[in-house]
């Protein structure tokens, strides 16, 4: 390849990059115009987290999981508990529309840390704390480093124990290399996810269907934009370093804890991470249902049911 046909391919290469790049960022300026703000900013342990406090009565924290945001409750489950109790819904550091500093760790405990804040900030009053997929796995981190500020664990297809293989869902944000996966994330997450969206929904739902309305309703345009993939890329690859110490820990768990899971699930084995979770927790339930990896989406009623029951189990062990 001679010096002149070298330099038009690399000029053609950077210039895509750099349309990429424009496309990228226009698409998350219209999705976040698009889908704002739903609830108040509280600012905690350094990060500014974006909440929805809603109803009155015995306080109920929900947790979210990878990738995903405070909308993904959105389904009915807080509508039908903020009847009787009080609902907080958070979006997670770096996802939906809270932030995440430059420097932050993505790790567990850093979360539960900045979650625990919350907790006070709020006058939550130990609450019952929610926690589906990846939010299952902060939640159980929250009840072993922040006791005082958790009731009880109401776990909706949890991560409880370190992943041996990534689903495919989720291989995209397994870059290893710092620089590669912030070019990667400014200039290919977008339209490569807009392309890939049908089928990467299809296993995170699956056997489950889909919603018509989840890309608003549901929150998931807001996935699609750069700081969110690289939100959840960090999450993901801070996994393998902090949750074997979680798992040690499982036997020192002391509050109220069950586990609710879809038989079918595609993404997290309810077996890896919902029996062997309770067989390690003095006195842990797990309920199974037909279904996959998206209950409060899929079946909200039927998750609202479950939290219920663990309130109204961690009320009657304070009586």
Not at 85 to 95: E, F, H, N
Not at 314 to 319: D, K, P
């Amino acid at each position: 390849m001679n010096l002149h046909l070298l330099l038009f391919v690399l000029g053609g290469l950077a210039l895509l990059l750099l349309l990429l790049a424009v496309f990228s960022r226009r698409t998350a300026r219209r999705i976040e115009a698009f889908l704002p703000p739903a609830g108040s900013f509280v600012e905690t342990e350094g990060v500014r987290l974006h909440v929805r406090d809603e109803g009155h009565g015995p306080a109920i924290l929900m947790i979210h999981g990878l990738g995903g945001q405070m909308a993904h409750f959105n389904y009915g489950a807080v509508r039908e508990l903020s009847k009787r109790y009080r609902v907080v819904t958070l979006d997670r550091p770096g996802s939906g529309h809270s932030t995440r500093p430059d420097g932050m760790p993505a790790d567990l405990a850093t979360q539960a840390r900045a979650i625990a804040a919350l907790v006070e900030r709020l006058g939550l009053e130990r609450p019952t704390v929610v926690g589906h997929s990846l939010g299952g796995a902060i939640a159980l981190t929250l009840a072993l480093e922040h006791p005082q500020q958790v009731g009880a664990l109401a776990l909706v297809a949890p991560l409880s124990h370190t992943p041996q293989t990534v689903p495919p869902a989720f291989r995209g944000m397994t870059i290893e290399s710092g620089w590669l996966r912030r070019l990667f994330a400014a200039t290919l997450a977008v339209p490569l996810g807009i392309i890939g969206s049908k089928g990467i929904l299809r296993q995170v739902f699956g056997p489950e269907t889909v919603p018509d309305d989840f890309a608003t309703r549901g929150g998931g345009l807001l996935g699609l934009r750069p700081g969110a993939f690289l939100a959840a890329s960090a999450d993901l690859q801070a996994l393998p370093g902090h949750m074997p110490q979680v798992e040690a820990r499982y036997g020192e768990l002391r509050v109220p804890v069950r586990v609710l899971f879809g038989r079918e699930d595609r993404l997290l084995d309810w077996r890896a991470n919902g029996q062997a979770l309770v067989d390690k927790v003095p006195g842990a339930q797990l309920e199974l249902v037909d279904g996959g990896h998206m209950l409060p989406v899929t079946q909200p009623e039927r998750t609202a049911r479950f939290i219920e029951s663990v309130v109204a189990a961690r009320l009657a062990l304070a009586s």
